[in-house]
T-cell receptor
Framework: RKEVEQDPGPFNVPEGATVAFNCTYS??????FFWYRQDCRKEPKLLMS???SGNEDGRFTAQLNRASQYISLLIRDSKLSDSATYLC??????????FGAGTILRVKS | DTGVSQDPRHKITKRGQNVTFRCDPI?????LYWYRQTLGQGPEFLTY????????KSRLLSDRFSAERPKGSFSTLEIQRTEQGDSAMYLC?????????????FGPGTRLTVT
């Protein structure tokens, strides 16, 4: 079983749509959680950290369910510029990041 | 730009040659990480440093790979006797402890092609 699992997609959505990505992780000792965004042939960029209480940053909302070992990302009012691969990431013991393989989002006009 | 920088951005080499990559982290960050990413996969952890000490190495880091961070600032990753399977994007990241949450920021990567 992979340590971090994501639906690879692609998710094809129209501009303005709301889209949600889910992710599960296997190691209950995981300490911190993130969503990164990666554009084609570019480096991953930190989108947001995910806190137990859930957090929101503009159109983006992240949720964490430690009991179910489940992380989600909701994007509201999708823009063309949101098209990218979204990587679910967990951090073990403050050291290495463990990445999922990513979910591809394509926003179309 | 005060982000993480990596050099070179692209490297093409023949099988069996040695290559060395450099990473300059964000200046106040004390942790530095190396990852490798192949097409269609997320980055995979290779190793990390806290200041100049190398604290963890992945089993992916075979004896042909060596990483250093001699003065706790920049780091180098060397691959000896390259193989075609080493072709990948090599990513460097750095972080600062924020109360136990280590947000890692990535450089642009070095894309290695072994022919």
């Amino acid at each position: 079983r992979k340590e971090v699992e994501q639906d690879p997609g692609p998710f094809n959505v129209p501009e303005g749509a709301t889209v949600a990505f889910n992710c599960t992780y296997s190691n209950s000792a995981s300490q911190s959680f993130f969503w990164y965004r990666q554009d084609c042939r570019k480096e991953p960029k930190l989108l947001m950290s995910v806190y137990s209480s859930g957090n929101e940053d503009g159109r983006f909302t992240a949720q964490l369910n430690r009991a179910s070992q489940y992380i989600s990302l909701l994007i509201r009012d999708s823009k063309l510029s949101d098209s990218a691969t979204y990587l679910c990431v967990v951090n073990l013991y403050g050291n290495k990041l463990v990445f999922g393989a990513g979910t591809i989002l394509r926003v179309k006009s | 730009d005060t982000g993480v920088s990596q050099d070179p951005r692209h490297k093409i080499t023949k099988r069996g040659q040695n290559v060395t990559f450099r990473c300059d982290p964000i200046s106040e960050h004390n942790r530095l990480y190396w990852y490798r990413q192949t097409l269609g996969q997320g980055p995979e952890f290779l190793t990390y440093f806290q200041n100049e000490a190398q604290l963890e190495k992945s089993r992916l880091l075979s004896d042909r790979f060596s990483a250093e961070r001699p003065k706790g600032s920049f780091s180098t990753l060397e691959i000896q006797r390259t193989e075609q399977g080493d072709s990948a994007m090599y990513l460097c990241a750095s972080s600062l402890d924020r109360g136990g949450i280590y947000e890692q920021y990535f450089g642009p990567g070095t894309r290695l092609t072994v022919t």
